[in-house]
């Protein structure tokens, strides 16, 4: 990384929260919610951070906030319910910000990628197959699988809300049967174990 290069690291990864400041380069931070605290100390100190607030995703660079728009009309975020392409997004927004972009530039992108299949191939592909929701992407580690089944259990919720009618989000999720399939490619027999593994702790399907 150049000395004039930005830096953009997760505020949610405790890890990368305590690290990164020790790469002595300048920093973007990004997170979930544009109000985390490590966020808001880089925004007052005059540093570009991202994530989301009201439902909106909101850009600060150089002293200026920018509103790129609501997180749930943006396709790769699915409703909103994809949280962790939500931390991707505002990633990239502030990538987008270092290399020059203009906000409205990039806000106008969010507002449609994702909206053809072809824009992410193979990554939370979904489809509508007469009331069964289908799932595919490439979650090619346990982080990535962990935020696959995060969307599953949001998507599971926000069909039993607005379906079936009930309120109680836990009954919400068990109101439509939940499934999993895990392969790993050309992955080793191991590894395809290990996902499997995996999946069934933090999933639990039925």
């Not at 690290?19 to 490590?38: N, Q, S, T, V």
């Not at 995703?57 to 409703?79: C, F, K, N, Q, S």
């Not at 990538?95 to 106008?108: M, Q, S």
Request: net charge negative.
């Amino acid at each position: 990384l150049t000395g004039d290069g930005l830096l953009v690291v997760n505020a949610d990864d405790a890890l990368l929260a305590r690290r990164a400041p020790e790469a002595g380069k300048p920093l973007g931070w990004f997170a979930r919610a544009a109000d985390h605290w490590l966020l808001t100390v880089h925004r007052h100190d005059g540093g570009t951070i991202c994530g989301a607030r009201n439902g909106r995703l909101m850009l600060t660079h150089r002293g200026r906030e920018h509103d790129l728009g609501a997180v749930a009309a943006m396709p790769i975020a699915a409703g909103g319910h994809s949280v962790f392409n939500v931390s991707n997004l505002a990633a990239a927004a502030i990538a987008a910000t270092a290399l020059g972009v203009e906000p409205a530039t990039i806000a106008a992108v969010f507002a449609r990628f994702g909206s053809d299949p072809q824009d992410n191939a193979g990554r939370l592909m979904r489809y509508d197959l007469g009331g069964l929701n289908l799932i595919v992407d490439f979650a090619h580690n346990p982080a990535a699988l962990t935020g696959l089944v995060e969307f599953a259990q949001q998507l599971a919720i926000a069909v039993g809300l607005f379906k079936h009618g009930i309120e109680n989000q836990r009954l919400a999720a068990g109101a439509a049967r939940q499934q999993i399939a895990v392969g790993t490619g050309d992955a080793v027999e191991e590894l395809t174990k290990d996902h499997g593994q995996y999946a069934c702790r933090i999933f639990m399907p039925d």
